[in-house]
């Protein structure tokens, strides 16, 4: 009776039936897991491209901040006042606004005048990546972006 039972169980493991369901779908879930973690790699990377897109735009509009005192007077300085720059670059971000789902809370976190007229300008956001805004969003953790943009008055 052992000896039927133990042929019976090697017989059994012997069997290879069923095994290659396993791993086709243990390799399928691999699979998708990677396609899903760079969909939401390239949709952040597609969000910060819009941000900088944004910040560019914002520094332009900054750079149009001219002080005519400076501009027509022979002073020192930049011809740029910080604070005519920076009310332009908010006015900016109010009137033409990055329009996405999963972008907020975009903000001027810095915005430098320098001696030449140059305007760097700094944005901050949060986004939420695609597949995974719905853990992000519930957990109430997205992923922070900082993009720089710079414009010159000419």
């Known amino acids: 009776m052992s000896r039927t039972l133990l ?3 090697r017989e059994r493991l ?4 069923g095994s290659m369901t ?5 390799v399928l879930v691999v699979i998708l ?3 899903a973690v760079g969909t939401a790699i390239t949709g952040v990377q597609l969000e910060r491209t819009a941000l900088q897109h944004t910040a560019d735009n914002v520094a332009l509009a900054a750079s149009q901040g001219v002080d005519a005192y400076r501009l027509y007077d022979a002073g020192d300085g930049p011809v740029v006042d910080v604070g ?3 009310a332009a670059a908010q006015q900016h971000l109010r009137d033409y606004p990055l329009s996405t789902a999963r972008t907020e809370d975009i903000h001027l976190a810095d915005l430098t005048v320098d001696p030449d007229g140059t305007v760097h300008v700094v944005l901050s956001a949060r986004t939420h990546p695609p597949l995974a805004g719905w ?10 972006l900082t993009v720089e943009g710079e414009a010159r008055a000419r």
């Open 7 to 9: 042929t019976a169980l």
């Open 14 to 17: 012997a069997a290879t039936r």
């Open 22 to 26: 396993i791993l086709t779908t243990g």
């Open 33 to 35: 897991l990677v396609i």
């Open 84 to 86: 005519t720059a920076r």
């Open 135 to 144: 853990f992000t969003r519930g957990t109430e953790t997205a992923i922070p």
